[in-house]
C-alpha cells in the first residue's frame, strides 16, 4: 500500500504560478513511476506529467514548457512535486498525484483554478 497526501492547490489568476507537492508513504520501494494527473468538470481524468524510475519526464502537450515535475526520494518518504507556470484558465481542474506499483494508488486530489 502505498498513501499519498497532497497539497498547494488555489485560485491564481492567469500567467500566475503555483506549486502541488504530494508525499508519497508506506511501500515507496514497490514504486516504479509516479505522476500527475487531472480532471476538469464534464471531462476525463487526463495524464499531465509522469516519471518512470529512472526515466525522462513525459508532459501532456498542453503543459509542455510550463510545468516541471521533479521527484525526491527520502528515506520514508518520497515527495513528488508539479512546477505550475505561465497558468491558463484551461488548466482549471482537480490535480491528483499518482503511484504506480503492480496497482495504481491516488492522491486525494487538490482543486486548482485559473480566473481569466
Known amino acids: 500500500q502505498v498513501q499519498l497526501v497532497e497539497s498547494g492547490g488555489g485560485l491564481v489568476q492567469a500567467g500566475g504560478s503555483l506549486r502541488l507537492s504530494c508525499a508519497a508513504s508506506?511501500?515507496?520501494?514497490?514504486?516504479?513511476?509516479v505522476g500527475w494527473y487531472r480532471q476538469a468538470p464534464g471531462k476525463q481524468r487526463e495524464l499531465v506529467a509522469e516519471m518512470a524510475n529512472g526515466g525522462r519526464p513525459i508532459y501532456t502537450d498542453s503543459v509542455k514548457g510550463r510545468f516541471t515535475i521533479s521527484r525526491d526520494n527520502g528515506e520514508n518518504t518520497v515527495y513528488l512535486y508539479l512546477q505550475m507556470n505561465s497558468l491558463k484558465p484551461e488548466d482549471t481542474a482537480v490535480y491528483y498525484c499518482?503511484?504506480?506499483?503492480?496497482?495504481?494508488?491516488w492522491g486525494q486530489g487538490t482543486q486548482v483554478t485559473v480566473s481569466s
Open positions: 508506506g511501500s515507496i520501494s514497490s514504486i516504479n513511476a
Open positions: 499518482n503511484a504506480q506499483t503492480l496497482y495504481a494508488f
